[in-house]
């Protein structure tokens, strides 16, 4: 994506790449927290609370990562069964789509939302780019960040979305900051995760009866069989209910950074095995992973080169070879092959381009 974040810096947009997010120190005034293809499970109860006090989110992710996060939104994500979608502007005069006609998708996912999309998919009748209210925030959906790599610029008018995108960003006036691949810890200013988030059904009622039941100790008897009236449906609860664990969803465990390197690594895997069986299908390319790459054009070649000592030879997640990897390194060579791929899926290697 760096033609992307080229955009960016010539449209004088402030941003910052991190791999921390530290929720308390996150200021929803001054923060524009930008999801992009996140490896990290986002926690739906902070990223609403930041939302709620005035925070603006960009989310961009499609149906391989981005499920859960839609689904605990309340919006689930569906990939579209054509081979780059077309998804057309829905919304007259909305700044990111000024100029737009067409926005041509690859990892396509869409999904269903109660008002008008900002872009959406006409086939389908579904959306790929919406703006919702949350709280006093905002929260930006992209159901296909591939739209902002390199290669897939060039397709309809990406490109000029990706404009628009970059002036939407700099007159937000925030602090622009990028997420990938990232660690987080903490809760927003003024939410954390205290006894009401983890007391069992069953103690909440339990604790309740005995405040009342030390207060009917003190009435009078007509008291008491009013409190006891009244009391009835807590006690059916408490019988019913007594073996429940919680009254809400347990917090998910934070992510080692050993897990988020596997994650890695096993995403780089499927993405140079796909792009190995496309390369060995094809007669055309056969000597390609032989180092005949001549042919090829430069744009191609200068892709493809970081990338043939790893289509060479069969690796796992325990291949030494991957394990020197740096993870910046890995999530580089992860997007150089994901635009290989899509060079591969829509144009002749044989010829250049």
């Known amino acids: 994506m760096g033609r992307f974040f080229s955009k960016l810096d010539k449209t004088g947009v402030t941003f910052r790449r991190i791999n921390h997010l530290n929720w308390e120190k996150s200021d929803p005034l001054k923060d524009l927290l930008f999801f992009l293809s996140p490896l990290t499970e986002i926690n739906p109860q902070k990223l609403a609370s930041f939302l709620n006090r005035g925070g603006q989110v960009v989310l961009a992710d499609d149906h391989r990562l981005g499920t859960r996060i839609f689904n605990a939104l309340g919006i689930p994500l569906m990939p579209e069964s054509t081979v780059f979608p077309v998804a057309i502007p829905l919304q007259d ?9 067409q926005l041509v998708g690859n990892h396509v996912s869409s999904f269903n939302i109660s008002h008008t999309p900002i872009a959406g998919f006409p086939d389908s009748e579904r959306a790929m780019i919406a703006q919702v209210t949350i709280g006093k925030g905002e929260l930006l959906l992209l159901s296909d960040p ?28 925030r602090n622009i900051l990028f997420l990938t691949d990232f660690t987080e810890s903490g809760w927003p200013k003024g939410v954390s995760p205290d006894k009401k988030y983890s007391e ?25 069989l009013l409190l006891l009236l009244f ?17 809400s969803t347990p917090l998910p465990p934070s992510h080692s950074s050993t897990n988020r390197y596997l994650k890695l690594k096993y995403r780089f895997l499927a993405v140079t095995e796909i792009l190995r069986e496309k390369i060995t299908s094809d007669p055309s390319m056969k000597n ?61 290697y044989t010829e250049d381009y």
């Open 93 to 101: 005069l909305h700044p990111l789509t000024l100029n737009v006609k």
């Open 146 to 173: 591939s739209i902002l790599i390199n290669d897939m610029l060039e397709r309809g008018d990406n490109g000029i979305f990706a404009d628009n995108l970059a002036i939407y960003l700099r007159k937000s006036n």
């Open 200 to 224: 069992s059904l069953s103690k909440i009622i339990r604790d309740f009866l005995i405040q009342m039941y030390e207060q009917l100790s003190e009435n009078q008897i007509g008291l008491r």
């Open 231 to 247: 009391l009835t449906p807590f006690i059916y609860i408490t019988v019913l209910f007594g073996t429940q664990k919680t009254l």
């Open 288 to 348: 390609i992973l032989n180092g005949d790459i001549n042919h090829l054009s430069s744009g191609t070649r200068k892709l493809l080169v970081p990338l043939l000592p790893y289509l060479g030879t069969t690796l796992n997640a325990d291949s030494p070879f991957l394990n020197k990897l740096d993870p910046n390194i890995i999530v580089d060579l992860i997007a150089t092959a994901e635009e290989l791929i899509i060079i591969l899926n829509s144009l002749n």
